[in-house]
């Protein structure tokens, strides 16, 4: 094997014990944060290298992931076949399955209900187009986040039911929803299909499949929506088959719907781990070799050159196809994963791409509001951040939230103000939960209206209750006071500019797709002297810099959304110096080329 891979050679700090201090010294990056060794075990890494006949390098980075030798041949080469249990194992899927399956033998008219998220448009677009293939009419809803709010309301489900659906699934909401889905028991029967946190189901409904019901024990938690609607088709497919409604012909092909569940997995921030790394695995693969027409427009529009990865489907994919449900029509998502024809489907890509720009422009003017309050509740060591505003965007809010906890290191939650109304998101810290957080707060009577999971929820309340919700929350994350404002960044290991090479990067990607669960590697190069930098992209936001090593090698990098931040002033102000960087090592498609380049993260002065 290259002796380039070889952990030794290549990463020459594995070994160094973490509590010797921060990795090469630094305390305080441009970033803020602390820099620190995640290291994986030399034995586990050893025995993980010849198990799977990867390189040394490998086995450490999979072993500092947690990947045991028994488990590596999955998580490298992840199927469905090999990671996906029964579906029977979740709470009500047999029951679900079977009223579905009805539906398909009596031809019923079925509306699919579903979340104005990317989530909710990739699971309603996943039962619309598999019930479609079994010969049944169906019909997608999605609401109108302004008008309507979030999850089923009896007008909107009175209105399914008017137009003759006899059922109607509620997809990625509807757990909370017994008082739309008790409005219409007595003409259509509801199915949900759901993932949030809950603590009491709707009794309405004619089957509740949610892993995340207290009395479910499939473990299934981290499914997205779009995930426990694949089970969902797997199951009910199953009984079709047994009861021969098939005959000679062959079942809907679900594995070309991966691809939703892919997209809806890593939008929705679950863990790459199991059957979700299977399921984005394999959906990489459908997009990259038949993307359906909307996902090639919105591909095109957007301007992405290169095979699509897990970091298109979030940061490229994600936000365009939020964009509608966030600030314009809830259901231009949903109709983009319907469309067919091209010509209709580079439309709504090009609708979406102009709706993202417009969602940008407003996420600046209220982020910098927003940065304002919450410096001044981290002055007094706040262990959440509340920040509310009236007249803002309820469908940007999200957005706010998340971009307060990746600069605060907090769980953060936003909320725009309207009249006597309150509407918020949260974004949250790993080891604290959201979803039961907000849940507590509705059984206290704090809110109206909540829902979430782990890592996000949203809500709603009068605007005179945020006072009370403010103090509840500090009470429930009191611990978080404790987080440095920064978290620290995990460094996988230090490479010289020499080391860097396409070996290298091409053992990295072996561990894709990346997310939570699964973090990409994080290497730092030391000592590495910056030759140019240079603003880039349309709105010169980018910086790209030429790095020279300390034997004369070259390595191209690029800081993505930095260059009016302290992390691009350290860059553009830096040539000629020499610095420490951290980054992701990819090997890219780009125009039609090929290259090796440093994607940072973060940097210190050497």
Known sequence: MDGQLSASNVVDVLDRPAEDGPALGVACSAQGRRWVFRLGDARTGAALAQAAGVSELTGRLLAARGILPATVGDFLAPSIRALMPDPSCMADMERAAHRLAEAVRRRERVAVFGDYDVDGACSTALLCRWLSALGVVTEPYIPDRALEGYGPSAAALSQLADRGASLIICVDCGTAGEEAIAAVAERADVLVLDHHAVDTLPPSAFAVVNPNRPDDSSGLGGLCAAGVAMMTAVATNRVLRRAGSFGDAAAPDLLGLLDLVALATVCDVMPLAGLNRAFVAQGLKVLAHAPRPGLAALAEVAGLRHTPDAWSLGFVFGPRINAGGRIARADLGVQLLLADDPGEAKALAETLEHTNRQRREIEGGMLAAAIEDAERQMAFDAPVLVVARQGWHPGVVGIIAGRLRERFNRPAFALAIEGEGAKGSARG??????????????????????????????????ASGVPALRAFLAARFAAASALPRAADLALDGMLSVEAATAGVAGEVSRLAPFGPANPEPVFALRQARIAKAERIGAEQSHVRVFLIGESGGRLRGIAFRCADLALGSLLLGSAGRAVHLAGHLRWEQWGGMERLSLHIIDAALA
């Open 429 to 462: 810290v790993p080891g604290l939960d959201l979803g039961a957080a907000v849940i507590a707060a509705r059984q206290l009577g704090l809110l109206d209206r909540a829902g979430g999971h782990a890592a996000a929820a949203g809500f709603a309340l009068p």
